[in-house]
């Protein structure tokens, strides 16, 4: 039998090797070829013919589009509008890669921390970049609450870069800490159903009625994960763009 | 835990870059300018129906109000004319009724007039038969000869 982590072993399927890099394409990257691809292609047919009045394509692609229009102008204000694409990437991303993760046999980039801190780094560094484009050095007051006494000025601006610096990490551990416990406990609870099911029929039942269970909420733990990791990028950039 | 294997670290933040760029550029070329679009047209048209039927309405509002005021109007001539044949057909209902009134109170007094005349002359008949059969009682009965003269002032005296 093999053991529960081996569905995040990365297998290579295409060596390839530049400047010394490994950059092989893996079992990873075509997983996320899988999600991006039927994300794209869903969104492409949904929105090539989109017409005032929207067939069933149409209707699911608009109400995630006005999911996430709704959450960025909520979260960030009208300044999000112009960043709305990429929130909306980023959560068809994350969703579909969840969500095809799912698929038995499948393999589920975002149980990577690599891939998840790679995001949340590119959304920390961009956004922070946002905020001092927009507000120079003014930025940095977002470090000091404005009010405070300038005495806890020593204490509290290492709190508060200390909890800024550490957004990417607790954004990019959420999403890969879900996705991998929620694919080790399917994985453990499939090894009862084989080991218990192959000698005894019927208390392997049992296992399978849990894991069917444990299976619906990991659909949506994907969806939920999905929504969290983009509601907390808007509501960083929302600091960045109003400073509190 | 094969996530923190270095061995691979590279390989999946270039997929991650590659693939999430070429999905980026195709979402935001492709897929939430038209479906923005298309929402936006039809909050446009939904808009823009909305009003029309608003003015719609409001023009229906219009002729209703101005229908009912003509049909105020023309009750209220009618009304009037109504209230002027009524004085009209009175007036000659009277005047006809006092023209008739008029002739009928000539006719009585003429009628009256010869009934007065009638009975003038046959009284003075009277008189003339009274003094005649007088004159002739006088004659049978006491032998006396009488002028009818006489016998007509003598009744004419009997009967004041």
């Known amino acids: 039998m093999s053991s529960p982590l081996d569905q995040f072993q990365i297998k290579p399927i295409v060596p390839i090797e530049i400047a010394g890099l490994n950059l092989a394409f893996t079992n990873s990257a075509l997983w996320m070829t899988v999600a991006a691809a039927g994300a794209t292609f869903f969104l492409v047919s949904a929105a090539s013919g989109a017409k005032i009045v929207p067939g069933r394509l149409q209707s699911a692609a608009e109400m995630l589009y006005e999911f996430i229009a709704g959450m960025v102008r909520e979260n960030v204000g009208d300044e999000g509008k112009k960043y709305f694409p ?27 921390i690599v891939v998840t801190f790679t995001m949340a780094l590119i959304i920390f560094l961009t956004i ?6 927009r507000h120079g050095t003014h930025f940095l007051s977002l470090f000091f609450p404005s009010g405070a006494p300038l005495a806890t000025a020593p204490i509290l601006i290492p709190i508060e870069v200390i909890s800024y610096m550490s957004r990417p990490i607790s954004l990019s551990v959420r999403l890969f800490a879900n996705m991998t416990v929620g694919h080790i406990i399917l994985k453990i609870f499939a090894g009862f159903v084989i080991s218990l099911g192959a000698f005894f029929v019927i208390p392997g039942v049992v296992p399978f009625s849990v894991l069917v269970g444990i299976m619906a909420l990991e659909f949506f733990v994907a969806a939920l994960q999905a929504y969290i990791f983009t509601i907390l990028a808007c509501i960083y950039l929302h600091d960045a763009i109003h400073l509190h | 835990m094969p996530q923190f ?20 550029y195709v979402v935001a070329g492709a897929v939430t300018p038209k479906l923005g679009a298309a929402i936006e047209a039809r909050e446009k048209q939904i808009e823009g129906d909305l009003a029309k039927a608003g003015s719609l309405k409001e023009e229906t509002d219009k002729m209703v109000a101005a229908y009912e005021k003509a049909l105020a109007e023309s009750r209220a001539k009618a009304q009037a004319v109504r209230g002027e044949t009524e004085a009209a057909a009175a007036k000659h209902a009277a005047e006809l009724s006092a023209r008739q009134g008029a002739d009928l109170a000539d006719k009585i007094k003429s009628a009256e007039t010869r009934i007065a005349d009638a009975r003038k002359a046959a009284l003075a008949n009277v008189e003339a038969i009274a003094g005649e059969i007088a004159a002739d009682a006088a004659r049978k009965i006491a032998g006396l000869n009488v002028s009818e003269a006489d016998a007509k002032a003598a009744a004419a005296a009997a009967r004041a």
């Not at chain 1, 980023?90 to 969840?98: D, Q, R, W």
């Not at chain 1, 922070?128 to 484009?133: E, Q």
Request: no cysteine.
């Open chain 1, 86 to 112: 990429f929130f909306f990437t980023l959560f068809m991303f994350v969703l579909f890669g969840n969500l095809v993760g799912l698929i038995p046999g499948a393999f589920t980039f975002t149980s990577h």
């Open chain 1, 128 to 133: 922070t970049l946002i905020g001092f484009a």
């Open chain 2, 5 to 24: 294997d270095p061995t691979w670290f590279a390989s999946q933040i270039f997929w991650l870059l590659v693939i999430f760029a070429i999905f980026y």
